[in-house]
Structure formats: structure tokens, C-alpha cells
């Protein structure tokens, strides 16, 4: 694929730029709770403004249903992304129509202007062809060239991801040129031991993932919610915790897979557990406790992996080369149930191994926990679109700045 770099050297004052980013913050109302996302942009929309390029910045935010939703807007982040560039960034209020048609004419040379959720028009995520590439001739009329630096879209067959880039010249930005190199490196060229650390929720949402490390990965530590289904299949109580039942006779698979293949799978010995999910607004007490991993109540349920958790899965991260770490290892928003993901952020950084943070909740609590996050080898922006990535699948938005 075509870079940036080639584009700014072909030269690009005075054109239009289309930059799909990836400006999906969380809100808290219209306060940014995290603006990674925005900030990884940045190096693409700084060089193409300084070379004298009128930049069209778009994103989707959240899930509106098609419709314009105030809840959705982009206002917020357009606000932000000024602040983060020390400029003034012009703000559309729709995404094809007359605001946006008047923002994008009325841009001068090295300015920059955000166009409103793309989202909020059905032909961005529509299934039907047609439709979607109806939607992407009207975003096509507002630029001359297309840089494509969402990573964390490039997973989605989506109107201004897949098909604009096949109406316009298209080059990819700054930000997706690193997260496929980083993500090239663990998979084409991995040193080892190759250990990667699963969090997060569903074990649903990571079974096509471990299904490709199995073969792959030389240690894989299991946390987060998703640990419990693995200690169910193991025949241990869980209690209240989280539980997808109908996932059970896949995870017996993969662990048998593991134990035949030399793969060291490894689950939490401990758990904190306490008798109810945290008030993760107040954040008051919740009478959390700590007991082993095969001995939760029945009313409890597991929120963190425990400390004896936390120092085996740093023991196993110690000596490793590299790294992948996708969910954290508990309700880390709440103190109570933050320590688990805490050790593993610890572990990352007191390792000499190739580190890469797979995006989502992961990167999030990186920041959120205080750590130091240029301390890691990579925090990734897309953790869906990570992990489709190792799972091997073909990425609908990389294969369309493939030329």
C-alpha cells in the first residue's frame, strides 16, 4: 500500500484531503474520558496541514441507529482535536450535506475541518452494496485524495472505509503504516517466548483468537470475566460470576488442544469476589473479598483475578520476548477489582519483551491506572481490529489502500 510519506512527496497544497480517522472517544455526556485516539491521529493530520493540504477529518462515534443522534456527535472531539493541533478546526453538523459541502469550500490551505458522525447516515453501514456505495460518492465530493488512518475501522466492510478508497487516490496514514508493522511482528517474525495475556468479558469474543494462538503462541494467561467459563470447564464454582454456559465444550476443546500441543494455558488461581457488580460512578465500597480460584461462593462473583493470579502471570511474563495483551483482568474502573490489571501492566513494563497493548479497554486502562503509556512497545487504537488481524483474517479497510 501507498503511504503518506509518497503522497506528501507528490505534493498535496491546496487539495483536499479526506482522512478517515478513528475519533470513537469515550463520553462521559460531552466530556472525553480518553482521547488516545484523537492524539494517535495526529502525526497524519499535522503533516498533511503543514503541507498546505485542506484536511476533511471523519469518524464514526459510538453506534447511532442511521440517525442523527446529539448523544453520538463529534462535536467534542472536533473541539479536542483543536486543542491537540493549537488551531482552529472548522465543524460540520452533518456529513454530506450543506454544512459539510460549505466547511470543506470554505477551507483554506493547511486548515482542517471535522465532518459530523459518519454514522448517522445509513449508508455507512449498510449491507447492501448499492447503498453503501451511494454514501461513498457523496464523501468522495468532498476531497481529491483519500488517507486512511482508522485502524480501529479497518475491520468493518463500511462506506468510508472499504469503498471511498476505491473512488479516490488512496494512501495510508501515519498510524495504520505502525499498527500493521507492530502487528506484522507478531505473526510473520515473533521472537520468543511469545506469551499473550486474554482479558476482558466474553470468552466468545476471544475464541477465534485463541483458536489461531494455540498454534502460535507459547503461553496464553486467561483473565477478565472470560476466566470463568475456563474454570467452569475445568469443573470448578464460580458462583455468580460471569458465564457463557453454551461456550463450555469449546473451551474443554482448546484447553485439551493446549495440553496436546505444548502450549502452556495458564488460569487464575485466585479470584476477588464480592456479592454484587461495583457502582463504577460512585465507586463505593463493595465489600470485595479474595478466595481461591476453585472455591467461590455461590453468591459471589469474581471481579479481578487475585494477587497469587497477579505474581504468577508476571512470573510467566518475566522471561518472555514478546508480548500481546488484549482485556483487562477485572472491573479495573473500580479500586477494589484494578489490581489484577495493574500487575499486568507492571509485568509489561518491567519486561525486556517486545510489548504491544491490543487496543480497547486494555489501552484504556493503561491511561486510567496512571501508566506511563510511551513506557509499552505499542498501545494499539483498534482492539477488534487487532484481533482480527491474528486471527488471519482479511481486514475489509487494508485491503482497500492495497493497490
Given at each position: 500500500?501507498?503511504?503518506?510519506?509518497?503522497?506528501?512527496?507528490?505534493?498535496?497544497?491546496?487539495?483536499?484531503?479526506?482522512?478517515?480517522?478513528?475519533?470513537?472517544?469515550?463520553?462521559?455526556?460531552?466530556?472525553?474520558?480518553?482521547?488516545?485516539?484523537?492524539?494517535?491521529?495526529?502525526?497524519?493530520?499535522?503533516?498533511?496541514?503543514?503541507?498546505?493540504?485542506?484536511?476533511?477529518?471523519?469518524?464514526?462515534?459510538?453506534?447511532?441507529?442511521?440517525?442523527?443522534?446529539?448523544?453520538?456527535?463529534?462535536?467534542?472531539a472536533a473541539t479536542r482535536l483543536g486543542e491537540l493541533l493549537g488551531a482552529s478546526v472548522?465543524?460540520?453538523?452533518?456529513?454530506?450535506?450543506?454544512?459539510?459541502?460549505?466547511?470543506?469550500?470554505?477551507?483554506?490551505?493547511?486548515?482542517?475541518?471535522?465532518?459530523?458522525?459518519?454514522?448517522?447516515?445509513?449508508?455507512?453501514?449498510?449491507?447492501?452494496?448499492?447503498?453503501?456505495?451511494?454514501?461513498?460518492?457523496?464523501?468522495?465530493?468532498?476531497?481529491?485524495?483519500?488517507?486512511?488512518?482508522?485502524?480501529?475501522?479497518?475491520?468493518?466492510?463500511?462506506?468510508?472505509?472499504?469503498?471511498?478508497?476505491?473512488?479516490?487516490?488512496?494512501?495510508?496514514?501515519?498510524?495504520?503504516?505502525?499498527?500493521?508493522?507492530?502487528?506484522?511482528?507478531?505473526?510473520?517474525?515473533?521472537?520468543?517466548?511469545?506469551?499473550?495475556?486474554?482479558?476482558?468479558?466474553?470468552?466468545?469474543?476471544?475464541?477465534?483468537?485463541?483458536?489461531?494462538?494455540?498454534?502460535?503462541?507459547?503461553?496464553?494467561?486467561?483473565?477478565?470475566?472470560?476466566?470463568?467459563?475456563?474454570?467452569?470447564?475445568?469443573?470448578?464454582?464460580?458462583?455468580?460470576?460471569?458465564?457463557?454456559?453454551?461456550?463450555?465444550?469449546?473451551?474443554?476443546?482448546?484447553?485439551?488442544?493446549?495440553?496436546?500441543?505444548?502450549?502452556?494455558?495458564?488460569?487464575?488461581?485466585?479470584?476477588?469476589?464480592?456479592?454484587?457488580?461495583?457502582?463504577?460512578?460512585?465507586?463505593?465500597?463493595?465489600?470485595?473479598?479474595?478466595?481461591?480460584?476453585?472455591?467461590?461462593?455461590?453468591?459471589?462473583?469474581?471481579?479481578?483475578?487475585?494477587?497469587?493470579?497477579?505474581?504468577?502471570?508476571?512470573?510467566?511474563?518475566?522471561?518472555?520476548?514478546?508480548?500481546?495483551?488484549?482485556?483487562?483482568?477485572?472491573?479495573?474502573?473500580?479500586?477494589?477489582?484494578?489490581?489484577?490489571?495493574?500487575?499486568?501492566?507492571?509485568?509489561?513494563?518491567?519486561?525486556?519483551?517486545?510489548?504491544?497493548?491490543?487496543?480497547?479497554?486494555?489501552?484504556?486502562?493503561?491511561?486510567?491506572?496512571?501508566?506511563?503509556?510511551?513506557?509499552?512497545?505499542?498501545?494499539?487504537?483498534?482492539?477488534?481490529?487487532?484481533?482480527?488481524?491474528?486471527?488471519?483474517?482479511?481486514?475489509?479497510?487494508?485491503?482497500?489502500?492495497?493497490?
Open positions: 500500500m501507498k503511504t503518506i510519506d509518497e503522497l506528501l512527496a507528490e505534493g498535496v497544497a491546496g487539495k483536499r484531503v479526506f482522512v478517515r480517522a478513528d475519533l470513537n472517544v469515550p463520553l462521559d455526556g460531552t466530556t472525553i474520558t480518553d482521547d488516545g485516539r484523537i492524539r494517535a491521529v495526529l502525526p497524519t493530520v499535522k503533516a498533511l496541514a503543514e503541507a498546505g493540504a485542506r484536511v476533511v477529518v471523519a469518524s464514526h462515534l459510538g453506534r447511532p441507529k442511521g440517525a442523527p443522534d446529539p448523544a453520538f456527535s463529534l462535536a467534542p472548522a465543524f460540520a453538523t452533518d456529513t454530506v450535506g450543506d454544512s459539510a459541502s460549505a466547511t470543506v469550500a470554505g477551507l483554506a490551505d493547511g486548515q482542517v475541518a471535522v465532518v459530523e458522525n459518519l454514522r448517522f447516515n445509513a449508508g455507512e453501514t449498510a449491507k447492501d452494496d448499492a447503498e453503501r456505495g451511494a454514501f461513498a460518492d457523496q464523501l468522495a465530493a468532498l476531497a481529491d485524495v483519500y488517507v486512511g488512518d482508522g485502524f480501529g475501522a479497518v475491520h468493518r466492510k463500511h462506506a468510508s472505509v472499504f469503498d471511498l478508497p476505491a473512488r479516490l487516490p488512496h494512501y495510508a496514514g501515519y498510524l495504520i503504516a505502525t499498527e500493521v508493522g507492530v502487528l506484522k511482528k507478531l505473526t510473520d517474525d515473533v521472537k520468543r517466548p511469545y506469551v499473550v495475556v486474554l482479558g476482558g468479558a466474553k470468552v466468545s469474543d476471544k475464541l477465534a483468537v485463541i483458536d489461531e494462538l494455540l498454534g502460535k503462541a507459547d503461553r496464553i494467561l486467561i483473565g477478565g470475566g472470560m476466566a470463568f467459563t475456563f474454570l467452569k470447564a475445568k469443573g470448578h464454582e464460580v458462583g455468580a460470576s460471569l458465564l457463557q454456559e453454551d461456550q463450555i465444550p469449546a473451551v474443554l476443546e482448546y484447553i485439551e488442544r493446549a495440553e496436546k500441543t505444548g502450549v502452556e494455558l495458564v488460569l487464575p488461581v485466585d479470584a476477588v469476589v464480592a456479592p454484587a457488580f461495583p457502582d463504577l460512578k460512585t465507586k463505593a465500597p463493595a465489600d470485595s473479598t479474595t478466595v481461591a480460584a476453585d472455591a467461590i461462593p455461590a453468591d459471589r462473583m469474581g471481579l479481578d483475578i487475585g494477587p497469587a493470579s497477579g505474581k504468577l502471570y508476571a512470573s510467566k511474563i518475566t522471561d518472555a520476548a514478546t508480548v500481546f495483551w488484549n482485556g483487562p483482568m477485572g472491573v479495573f474502573e473500580h479500586p477494589e477489582f484494578a489490581e489484577g490489571t495493574k500487575a499486568v501492566a507492571q509485568a509489561l513494563l518491567d519486561s525486556s519483551a517486545f510489548t504491544v497493548v491490543g487496543g480497547g479497554d486494555s489501552a484504556a486502562a493503561v491511561r486510567i491506572l496512571g501508566f506511563d503509556e510511551n513506557a509499552f512497545g505499542h498501545i494499539s487504537t483498534g482492539g477488534g481490529a487487532s484481533l482480527e488481524y491474528l486471527e488471519g483474517k482479511t481486514l475489509p479497510g487494508l485491503a482497500a489502500l492495497e493497490d
